[in-house]
């Protein structure tokens, strides 16, 4: 009798957990949804609380950290010319971004968030913060693709670093240019893990494109 109280216990254990996965699953991949709506600062900054509730429900996950400091990271990118402001909100990514990497230190995706957030710091003001942010970028994005040379968004960012520094210093732009085709051409062969990991990345690759000379759609 005792064995079959374990068994039965088990199984409901189980089903609890299983069941917690879907509805995990199922809220995230509303939230996700959200991206394709989202217009101003004050739209993303409503949607990264929303995963930031998701990820005080779920401690143990990794992925809501990771939209969160995203939403925050694209309004550093959306806000003025105000620097301090954009600085405000890459504090608030920086939070996330630390406990993403503590929950998932083997992810590449993760470190290529991280590198997004080094870029974002380094655009606020490149002039006085390229020295500091363009290794820590570099660094972030070498880890990402070390763990995963195949993951396209680590291979972007590689390539968008090498596009930015060239411009920067007014060099031969072909060589990340060449990446560029060669990665938009290989891009849809990338399988992500679930449907609520990242996605992102082709249509800022087609941006880069764009500035070598080739139109994507």
Not at 15 to 25: E, L, R, S
């Amino acid at each position: 009798m005792k064995k079959v109280t374990l068994i039965i216990t088990a199984i409901l254990i189980a089903a609890t957990t299983f069941a917690g996965g879907i509805k995990y699953q199922k809220k995230m991949g509303e939230t996700l949804a959200g991206f394709s709506q989202v217009e101003t600062v004050a739209d993303y900054q409503a949607l990264g609380n929303k995963f930031m509730m998701i990820a005080q429900a779920e401690k143990n996950e990794w992925l809501p950290y990771y939209y969160h400091a995203q939403c925050y990271i694209l309004m550093s990118f959306a806000e003025g010319e105000k620097p301090e402001k954009k600085d405000e909100y890459l504090d608030v990514a920086e939070t996330s971004v630390a406990k993403m990497l503590e929950l998932a230190p083997g992810e590449s995706e993760a470190y290529v968030m991280q590198g997004l957030m080094y870029t974002a710091r380094l655009l606020v003001d490149p002039m006085s913060r390229g020295q500091k942010y363009s290794p820590l970028s570099a660094q972030a994005i070498g880890t990402a693709l070390g763990i995963e040379p195949e993951n396209p968004r680590a291979q972007y960012m590689q390539i968008a670093n090498e596009m930015g520094s060239a411009s920067f210093f007014g060099s031969d732009v072909s060589a990340p240019c060449q990446k560029a085709t060669a990665l938009y051409n290989s891009w849809d062969s990338y399988e992500p893990k679930s449907r609520i990991h990242p996605r992102w990345g082709k249509s800022q690759l087609a941006g880069i494109m764009k500035k070598c000379g080739g139109e994507r759609n």
